[in-house]
């Protein structure tokens, strides 16, 4: 398949970033975009994020500056290839389940060190996931989304482990192939939650490949290679130490800043690169990497449970009356394709359901109409005598959300609809993502390469993005759509999770929950000296294999 994926902290301006690149080791210069052909060791590469992380406990790295260190310092018990999206072998060496994927034994390597000289064993790897599957609250670390039904684990000798699970959970298998289940050190694992964030990156130890070496509290984090890193996924080509000598993390929060800098070359690499400056990337010394999160599309989710979006005909209106294709053609590039379902074309269970999602004005203002909504003298609908007001999150993760949101403000305005953006950072934006009285509609997505990524989005126990489950009164709106998204987790076979993540996906269409709006890329600027580079299943940097030309 083609690969196309909370906390305030204050902006990085471009003087900051400049100040930082000065301090930066010095890398390879460029030689051009045909400088060699055979991998070089050596130079310090510079990565500029948009954004600051703000936790490395793994399972709630999903955040992508979180998860472009995390999965760059941690393996996994499986490699899911990003081309072909198949597991295989890496700190495990085999495993098997059995037939209603209630227990998983792994075989593992003996020869695997963490990076502050500790073995990785048997006992540590299901100390690992116990952890993870169980969460703990004393230390507010949460169960990881990826982990469904989990017993807990065995150590049965120096290199087996045994995993069980209350329910069938057949989705465990990816799941500990994700950044979500990166393995830790013993001590590592003893954290807490507050631990795990901002000023304490030097003591997260993984068995990476990358050892954190240096911090700068919301500007910059550093990586070292390892010189004794010699148990890469055997399917990879390289093996042995990455061949970069390391990494700088330099947050770069201004999209004219991380453009400009790596245009100029003065930084290596650069993540979301917005799409009107695509072009500058286009051919010459300068390339983009356009990589799939392969998960639920970028998109909107109706707070049915709230009065004014509790008719589905007010839902079906609100979809009808959204030029979907304006968006995606007046905003984006063809990296963006519109959304024909949940999922995107390249996600573990799509379905079609694009039937449900076609733009027609005339038709949202009849079901307007119908559904008691007229039209008042300052052109906003009403209905006994509550105005049909709307807000919106701007998701500060998504690419140019706000520019969406203020199309979608002019195309709903003109059938009566008033929307609003709520403002605000990112510690404003997540309190705000559980009140529907303050949200209405909630701007998301989330990338994962299994079935298990719409249960991960809608279901009232994960993201919750429906808020079908209440957070005062712990209420479940809709439980048939929970049983819905907990069958995807719990069939035990590949035939019957599709089946299920179809029945959902229609579920959610005919409900009118959603309205998808593309599939959403993680897209990278690069320039010619950077030879290598990839991304894992869901559009996060690997590093690993990356060399610098010149």
Partial sequence: MPRLTRIAVPSVSALAVVALLAGCSATATSTGPDAGTEPVSGGTLTYLEPQTWTTLYPPSAGFYPNGGIVNNITDRLLYQNPDTLELEPWIATDYTVNADATE???????????????????????????????????????????????????????????????????????????IN???????????????????????????????????????????????????????????????????DYIVAAENSVRVGTVVAGQADVARNIPAPDEAQFAGGSLSLHAAATNGVNNGLSFRFREPRLEDVRVRQAIIAGIDRQKIVDTLFTANYPL????????????????????????????LLDEAGWTLG????????????????????????????????????????????????DMAAQ????????????????????????????????????????????GSVGDPQLDTLLSAIASEPTTPERQAASEAAQQYLAENAYILPIFEEPQVFGLTAKVQGFDTESVGRPSFYSTWLAG
Avoid at 183 to 208: V, W, Y
Avoid at 409 to 420: C, F, P, R, T
Avoid at 449 to 467: I, P, W
């Fill in 104 to 178: 998983y034994t792994f075989d593992l390597r003996t020869d695997v060190t963490y990076s502050d000289g500790t073995p990785l064993t048997a006992a540590n790897v299901v100390k690992n996931i116990d952890l993870y599957g169980k969460g703990d609250k004393d230390r507010a670390l949460p169960i990881s989304e990826a982990i469904n039904n989990y017993g807990g684990g065995e150590v049965v000798d120096d290199d087996t482990v045994v995993f069980r699970f209350t329910a069938p959970s057949p989705g465990f298998a990816q799941a500990v192939s994700t």
């Fill in 377 to 424: 003298a300052d052109g906003i609908r009403e209905k006994d005598g509550e105005k049909l007001t709307l807000a919106f999150n701007e998701a500060l993760p998504q690419p140019r959300s706000k520019e969406v949101v203020t199309l979608i403000q002019e195309q709903l305005g003109k059938l009566g609809i008033q929307v609003s953006l709520f403002a605000g």
């Fill in 430 to 473: 997540t309190k705000a993502s559980t009140d529907q009285s303050t949200i209405q509609v909630y701007h998301s997505m989330v990338g994962r390469a299994d079935f298990d990524v719409l249960k991960s989005q809608y279901f009232s126990k994960n993201r919750n993005t429906l808020l079908n489950l209440n957070p005062a009164d």
């Fill in 339 to 366: 959304a024909t379902g949940a999922l995107a074309k390249t996600a573990l269970g799509y379905v079609d359901t694009s039937s449900f999602y076609t733009y027609d004005p005339d038709e949202a203002a009849a």
């Fill in 181 to 247: 289940s990166g393995l830790l050190s013993d001590a590592s694992l003893d954290r807490t939650s507050e631990e795990f964030g901002p000023g304490n990156a030097k003591e997260i130890i993984g068995s990476g490949p990358f050892v954190i070496s240096d911090e700068q509290i919301s500007t910059q984090t550093s990586v070292t290679a390892r010189a004794d890193y010699n148990w890469a996924p055997p399917s990879l080509t390289h093996q042995g130490p990455a061949y970069l000598e390391g990494i």
